[in-house]
């Protein structure tokens, strides 16, 4: 039996992600997909990323998805339109969906997408790659009832600001620059911790919700904003130790660990940084002097979660959930509002910056 033909994706958003994450991707998986249509508000920028790859350029959702022959729509827009991207690609019939994280803002907007996943059958799958690396994926199919048994998890991410791997990718047309902060201000404290659950830790709290019960007995006992760029915070949810630890500097050796401790076992997954398209994460398990290890294979996540979408529509690989990536979403707006407040009350008692 021959290959089914390659699903036609087309891009709500040419940034950065779009540009040296997605389509180095998706050149890798030519016969399994293939770009048909950049969208972007900025015209320029929507021409030449489409130019790049043959496809077709709008400026509008609407033009976007009125184009036949999108049969999966990428959203890698601003995380604020991405609610609305979604339950509209849902309504215009396409097969899948794949949207950047986060799903949604709000509990509001995530029970609306779930509504209208359930009404129309799209399947939904969030791009936080760490959750389809098979670092990680191999390494839980084999730990038995340690994930049951672990009571610390920690999160460390090290690395240079983005740019310096963007540049890697390739050659960026229009990176976005950001807006200095103002460290002094206990309220800009409290949006750069929650920007940051929302942008970067984002990408283990899945992970990091594989070892839970109910993420609702949540208590956040410490977060403060890192200079240049990060933060730290120190959390309790569902009766187990969580710290949550990232530094964007002059770093000359990246690293993005997560550990989890039981009483008689431990796991390390070390996985590359963002926008690194070499290689998966390294999975070790180590269990009464016993050390088995999981990778590094031939793709990471980004690969992993393409390659599941394109399973799910054509019938091949089980669908996510809806639920699971609400429950997902709904984690992170905890921890992101949690961590928020005790930075601004931490930053008013003059604690929560770290020079």
Known sequence: MSPPPALRVGFLGAGPVTQAIHLPTLARLGGLLEVAHVSDVDAGVAESVAARVGARHSTSMEDLLRDEEVEVVAICSPHRFHAEQVVAACRAGVRGVLCEKPLAMTDDEATRIAAVSAETGVPILVGAMHTFDPGWTDLVASWGDFGDEVHTIHSSIVLPPNARFEDFATEVIHRPTAAAADLRDPDVAGRL???????????????????????????????????????EMVLTVGGRSVRLHA??????????????????????????????HAGSATGTLTRGGVRTTHGPAGYNGYEGEWRRLAGIVHGTADP?????????????NLVADAASA??????RAGQAVVR
């Open 247 to 276: 530094f964007m500097g002059d770093s000359w050796r990246p690293q993005w660990v997560l550990q989890a401790w039981s009483t008689d076992a431990a796991a390390r997954v070390e996985f590359t940084p963002s926008y690194v």
């Open 320 to 332: 996510i959930p809806v639920q699971t990536v609400i429950d997902d979403l709904r984690f992170a």
């Open 193 to 231: 911790v929650h920007d940051a659950v929302m942008g970067l830790t984002i990408h283990d709290l899945p992970l990091i919700r594989t070892f839970m019960d109910d993420v609702t007995d949540l208590t956040v006992h410490s977060a403060r904003v890192l200079e240049p760029s990060g933060y």
């Open 342 to 347: 005790v930075a601004r009350r931490s930053h």
